[in-house]
């Protein structure tokens, strides 16, 4: 539209330039080259000029206040003669000619031309307002998409994002027959870092971390961000044998843990970090991505249990295991409460049966059960509260 009322103004009116003085951000309904006149005002030339000094002087002082339509005639020091419509609210028109200026006449009659010109600007430029405001809503709706399916520290799949994804790699797996495998990390001692350099520090590592898994494998695999210090990876569905998927799903587990085992390099420091992998495999029967992400979760602690930076297939019988230990936690967390935990102390007695001695030892009095001995407790206490030291304290 502009161009071609700019074209016919040239070749009617013998015009040796014209200019369209606009306010900036309005400059996409003349889809040209464009010059900046002012901090707020940019100007379009047809024929294109990068400098009109008299014209964009005339045009500033006109712009910053609102003016009818109505001509004004100025000539500049080289003779041009300068023909200024300002179009308020909108910008400004100048039509510059040589010698000759326009008629009185077609000046009036260039008016109800102006101002029609202007109404079809102000439309343009609400449109363009209206679709801007649609873009910047629909990227604000797809930003808050995003968010509610992606980790916002490392940009990863969530655990929703992808428990979607696991239940659609299930229901693949039935249709083909095919098995897949779920590999659930977990990093070891991941809260020293937090506690002892600060949460920066680990949000730093943990951004390395998924970086380097981005890059060092398949592009095939499946990689979210399921917690704080866990990542979960679906590998492609395979075709071949239990042993055969094992041993797959072993080599991309090590793969994994050598990934991450590498150093993390800060700016004034040096991290390694190792991690435990549950590995779930899967046929697609009597299972979903929930109870895929809680059986890898399962395997994934019974790794650590074994001694961390380790694998550990998922067994069903350790479902049962998991739940045991629960109410385990459950009655010893009571347990210290109540003060049902009892020390005693076992003399020693040398060769002359003389106490030279004595040993501590920690008994549990639990109300139904009678006492029990340390062996069922402790290696609760050793992997559940690393941190509470206070069931082996006197």
């Not at 200019?19 to 309904?29: A, D, R, V």
């Not at 964009?56 to 419509?85: M, Q």
């Not at 109870?291 to 395997?299: I, R």
């Amino acid at each position: 539209m502009v161009r071609q009322f700019m074209k016919t103004c040239i070749r009617r009116l013998s015009l040796r330039r014209i200019h369209l003085y606009m306010e900036s951000g309005n400059g996409q309904i003349c889809a040209g080259e464009e010059y900046a006149v002012s901090d707020n005002h940019f100007r379009f030339s047809m024929p294109s000029s990068s400098t009109n000094q008299s014209s964009d002087e005339i045009a500033v002082s006109y712009l910053n206040y609102k003016r009818p339509i109505k001509a004004t005639l100025v000539e500049d020091s080289n003779g041009v003669l300068l023909h200024a419509f300002p179009m308020a609210g909108v910008g400004l028109i100048i039509m510059e000619r040589l010698n000759i200026p326009l008629q009185t006449d077609l000046l009036e009659a260039l008016t109800p031309i102006i101002k029609r010109f202007k109404s079809s600007c102000e439309a343009a430029i609400q449109h363009e307002h209206l679709t801007q405001e649609i873009n910047r809503r629909q990227k604000a709706e797809q930003h808050i998409e995003h968010l509610a399916y992606h980790d916002d520290l490392t940009g990863l799949p969530n655990r929703r994002s992808f428990t979607l994804k696991l239940d659609q790699m299930i229901q693949q797996a039935k249709e083909t027959g095919w098995q897949g495998v779920l590999l659930y990390v977990d990093l070891d001692n991941f809260r020293d870092i937090n506690e002892s350099l600060g949460y920066a520090v680990g949000d730093a590592v943990l951004r390395s971390i998924a970086l380097r898994l981005e890059n060092a494998h398949y592009k095939n695999l499946s990689l979210s961000r399921t917690a704080g210090d866990s990542f979960g990876i679906l590998l492609p569905l395979f075709s071949g044998s239990e042993q055969e998927l094992k041993k797959h799903a072993l080599e991309i587990a090590k793969s994994v843990q050598a990934t991450i085992d590498e150093p993390t390099d800060l700016e004034n420091l040096t991290l390694s970090v190792s991690a435990s992998i549950g590995i779930v495999t899967f046929s697609g029967k009597g299972v979903d991505g929930g109870m895929l992400l809680a059986q890898g979760s399962v395997a994934m602690y019974q790794a650590k249990l074994l001694g961390r930076s380790t694998l550990h297939f998922f067994d069903p019988n350790m479902a049962n295991a998991t739940e045991k230990r629960l109410i385990l936690d459950a009655e010893m967390r009571a347990a210290l409460r109540e003060d049902e935990f009892e020390l005693y102390l076992q003399p020693q007695i040398n060769s002359d049966n003389k106490i030279t001695g004595a040993e501590t030892l920690i008994r549990w009095n639990h109300p139904e059960k009678g006492i029990v001995g340390p062996n069922d407790f402790i290696p609760m206490t050793l992997f559940q509260w690393p941190r509470s030291p206070a069931l082996l304290s006197p």
